[in-house]
T-cell receptor
Framework: GDSVTQMEGPVTLSEEAFLTINCTYTATGYPSLFWYVQYPGEGLQLLLKATKADDKGSNKGFEATYRKETTSFHLEKGSVQVSDSAVYFCALSPISQGGSEKLVFGKGTKLTVNP | AAGVIQSPRHLIKEKRETATLKCYPI?????VYWYQQGPGQDPQFLISFYEKMQSDKGSIPDRFSAQQFSDYHSELNMSSLELGDSALYFC??????????????FGPGTRLLVL
């Protein structure tokens, strides 16, 4: 079945460091790909998405590119801030003709950014 | 912009009791999804509804049931609660007929504690 494999955490960085969180997927067809962020004690917020190959999603300085050839959707940010400390989930949605199906999540990567 | 509303935000129950969680989707969204997130885990899909009909089913225990009403809000009913049901329960909604049909928007979650 469909699955998402995420880089194991936790990840600890200093402020202004470069961030990469790896994400690869297994799916039939062409799923949509997402990054969701969960701040401590809060719900899931959509960070960015890409719906087809070579699409780049971006938001708040974060970027991820849908790479069909490597089945990857790695999350990057050039300069992290303390406020970026959160758990990041990579997810896929196996789109059917009817629209969005259930999301399949990776295990999550906890990021801590120190001042 | 209006978001997904969930109530209650926190719930404490005893073993073998019942609980009802409510979800109010974003206005004009026609699809509702329920997810369960155990401590330190990724969200797991439970069930979804499209236009008041069940559209997909995941790892939802037989003790749980759900429905979507004519106003599109949804309720998750949980009976014979067990300690292992303690988790964060998310509702998400999407618009299958819109431009962002692939995107699910999450509510803040209901944190259920079973004692």
């Amino acid at each position: 079945g469909d699955s998402v494999t995420q880089m194991e955490g936790p990840v600890t960085l200093s402020e202004e460091a470069f961030l990469t969180i790896n994400c690869t997927y297994t799916a039939t067809g062409y799923p949509s790909l997402f990054w969701y962020v969960q701040y401590p004690g809060e719900g899931l917020q959509l960070l960015l998405k890409a719906t087809k190959a070579d699409d780049k999603g971006s938001n708040k300085g974060f970027e991820a590119t849908y790479r069909k050839e490597t089945t990857s959707f790695h999350l990057e940010k050039g300069s992290v801030q303390v406020s970026d400390s959160a758990v990041y989930f990579c997810a896929l949605s196996p789109i059917s003709q009817g629209g969005s199906e259930k999301l399949v999540f990776g295990k999550g990567t906890k990021l801590t950014v120190n001042p | 912009a209006a978001g997904v509303i969930q109530s209650p935000r926190h719930l404490i129950k005893e073993k073998r009791e019942t609980a009802t969680l409510k979800c109010y989707p974003i206005p004009r969204h026609d699809t509702v999804y329920w997810y369960q997130q155990g401590p330190g885990q990724d969200p797991q899909f439970l069930i979804s509804f499209y236009e008041k009909m069940q559209s997909d089913k995941g790892s939802i225990p037989d003790r749980f049931s759900a429905q979507q009403f004519s106003d599109y809000h949804s309720e998750l009913n949980m009976s014979s609660l067990e300690l292992g049901d303690s988790a964060l329960y998310f509702c998400a909604s999407s618009d299958r007929t819109g431009d962002t049909q692939e995107t699910q928007y999450f509510g803040p979650g209901t944190r259920l504690l079973v004692l």
